[in-house]
């Protein structure tokens, strides 16, 4: 089983930077995707961006339109999202996710087992 932690979320203005950062622990060599996720409440979850458990390719969703950058530190097993410029629209829940796939297995929430708490983003 694997364990996610996320943490970093928090109140700003809008034009800020806020970075999410998300620990996996437990069963860390079964994860071969890691991704960050957003809902609103009322609304479905979203993606917004996913890399490997080896670096290299990111995906990203057209709403994060260039601001958010995800990297990875996989000696601590730790991912993370930088969010610049942030919008009124970008505030959410953003939950960390991690999938067993080793391909690219789009941004479809049931195609990631494992998620995290979630941690709130407020942009006003």
Same mark, same amino acid.
């Given at each position: /089983?694997?364990?996610l932690?996320?943490?970093?979320?928090?109140?700003? =203005?809008?034009?800020?930077?806020?970075?999410?950062?998300?620990?996996?622990?437990?069963?860390? =060599?079964? $994860?071969?995707? &890691?991704? @960050?996720?957003?809902?609103?409440?009322?609304?479905?979850?979203?993606?917004?961006?996913?890399?490997?458990?080896?670096?290299?390719?990111? /995906?990203?969703?057209?709403?994060?339109?260039?601001?958010?950058? $995800?990297?990875i530190?996989?000696?601590? *097993? $730790?991912?993370?999202? =930088? &969010? *610049?410029?942030?919008?009124?629209?970008?505030?959410? $829940?953003?939950?960390?996710?991690?999938?067993?796939?080793?391909?690219?297995?789009?941004?479809?929430?049931?195609?990631?087992?494992? @998620?995290?708490?979630?941690?709130?983003?407020?942009?006003?």
């Amino acid at each position: /089983h694997v364990q996610l932690v996320e943490s970093g979320g928090g109140s700003v =203005q809008a034009g800020e930077s806020l970075r999410l950062s998300c620990v996996a622990s437990g069963a860390t =060599q079964d $994860i071969g995707c &890691m991704g @960050w996720f957003r809902q609103v409440p009322g609304l479905e979850r979203e993606g917004v961006a996913a890399t490997y458990t080896g670096g290299g390719t990111t /995906h990203y969703t057209t709403e994060t339109d260039g601001r958010f950058a $995800i990297s990875i530190d996989s000696a601590k *097993n $730790i991912v993370y999202l =930088q &969010m *610049n410029s942030l919008k009124l629209e970008d505030s959410a $829940i953003y939950y960390c996710a991690a999938s067993g796939s080793r391909f690219w297995p789009g941004f479809s929430p049931e195609a990631f087992a494992y @998620w995290g708490q979630g941690t709130q983003v407020t942009v006003s």
